[in-house]
């Protein structure tokens, strides 16, 4: 019966069924098949809803919604353009910039391709940008934000593997401000090579794009000195961010209506945090099961037959990171590996943070990674071009992430110099 089954969920898997469908009939079958009781499914479910953290993952990705459907997006492109457009590839530098903010807002790297997609790609092209680099800046620009808080892989990232989010934010504030200083760096040679359109820097236009953003360029500080101030919780800023988008998006910039567009922005947002919760509870179901019967220990026993430094483990962890961001999004990635990974990593040396931010980082760079990865297809969907175009103009920017990502990974104190001059807790 147990074979049948096990068939069953394979066949409903390749025909495209829910992943939280699949994930907790798996975790039902591991547990019927040892004779154990499949309450241990419902029972994370309801340990996961008296979690305090939890309530951050929907506030955040409310005003993360609110910020895309608004005019938010134009306002930082306008007011980044004003800041650093005089530089040699100073557009460029919007882009890696602007993307990087919005992605960490909306946790959603597709989002950002989609919403800053349209506004930047035309820009770069009238500015003599070549139309593969334009591609390939767009399409891995969207990957890079979410390192900063509040990026929303980190705070289930802290969920799944019980460690603080605030600490976890605090670590992958040195390692995304890395890759944004790889990635700058790199579109400021491309521009010095070339003859590319630079503008004259005002003070006039600068003040103006500040005011038309004044009340939305507060927000990442809000966030990040409440927090680190010791101010309010990751759960608390999360309440002080979504009521602060909802007011200034709603009541002061009044891009949208709270009769035509909330009711939709409320249902879109909350389908997403449904479809994460409901798997989160499956992947914990499953992970019970994994940890009862020893399965990370057995895999553990495994490598270290094969791998005895922890150089070569922090090498095959990557290689495979970067196989399942290809593969899974990255919610279901966090959801199904990483309580595997945690013990495994633990026994190489591997600090709880420090693997955190490695985990983030492979798998937000999984997206940009042929043949499969899903910014890739999303790109290709969004300007009408092929995904071999998409393949060959993400590809220098593939091999930038995927520098960064080597020293991010063998050098920790990235992730944890500011955890512990800062003591957060």
Sequence with gaps: MSILIGIGLIVLALYGAPLFTIIGGVALLAFYSVNQSQVSVILELYRLASTPVLIAIPLFTFAGYVLAESG???????LSRALVGWMP??????TVLTCAVFTAFTGATGVTIIALGGLLFPVLLKDAYSERFSLGLITSSGNIGLLFPPSLPIILYGLVAQVSVDQLFAAGLIPGLLIIAVMGSYVVLYARKGSLTTHKFSWSVLGRAFIDAVWEVPLPFIIIIGIYGGFFTASEAAAITAFYVLVV??????????????SGIIRDSMVLVGGVLIILGSALGLANYMID??????????MQTFIHSKLVFLLTLNIFLLLVGAMLDIFSAILVV???LIPIATSFGVHPLHLGVIFITNLSIGYLTPP??????????????????LYAASLPFLGLLLLALLVITYVPE???WLVRVFGIQ
């Design 338 to 340: 990483v309580p595997l």
């Design 249 to 262: 998006e709603f009541f002061i910039y009044r891009d949208l209506s709270l009769t035509k567009d909330l």
């Design 293 to 302: 019967a020893q399965i990370p220990m057995k895999i553990l026993g495994f």
């Design 72 to 78: 938010t997006p134009k306002r930082l492109i306008q």
């Design 89 to 94: 590839g100073g557009l460029a530098l919007v």
């Design 414 to 416: 990235l992730s944890l």
């Design 372 to 389: 499969v990865g899903m910014n890739l297809f999303i790109a290709s969907f969004r300007f009408n071009k092929s995904v071999l175009q």
